[in-house]
């Protein structure tokens, strides 16, 4: 059974840093592309940023590029992003995606999710 458990969510001002974890399991991690996906309250899922299975090749959104990074360690089967310069619009439930199938990054298919953590950035 494939498990993503996300961690690091939380209220932050704006301006503030803060960085997600995920761990997988059930699943060859080394094998998967990821990624990080968000939902707004009263909007669509949308993408964050992904990382290749080798962590060589990333992609972001516009909205996040040059803030956000994306990396991952397969030797401890954990994704991060690491947020900076947060901003109230990027106040969302975060969502780790793990995609075996994945062709791209951003499209995926995307076929495992975790729970999600809250990020809240006040102004």
């Known amino acids: 059974q494939v498990q993503l458990v996300e961690s690091g969510g939380g209220l932050v001002q704006a301006g503030g840093s803060l960085r997600l974890s995920c761990v997988a399991s059930g699943l060859t991690f080394s094998n998967s592309h990821m990624a990080w996906f968000r939902q707004a309250p009263g909007k669509e899922r949308e993408f964050v940023a992904g990382?290749?299975?080798?962590?060589?090749?990333?992609s972001y959104a516009d909205s996040v590029k040059g803030r956000f990074t994306i990396s991952r360690d397969n030797a401890k089967n954990t994704q991060y992003v690491q947020m900076n310069s947060l901003k109230p619009e990027d106040t969302a439930v975060y969502y780790c995606?793990?995609?075996?199938?994945?062709?791209?990054?951003?499209?995926?298919?995307?076929?495992?999710w975790g729970q999600g953590t809250q990020v809240t950035v006040s102004s």
């Open positions: 990382v290749s299975w080798a962590g060589r090749s990333t």
């Open positions: 995606a793990a995609g075996p199938r994945a062709t791209t990054l951003k499209d995926g298919p995307y076929d495992y």
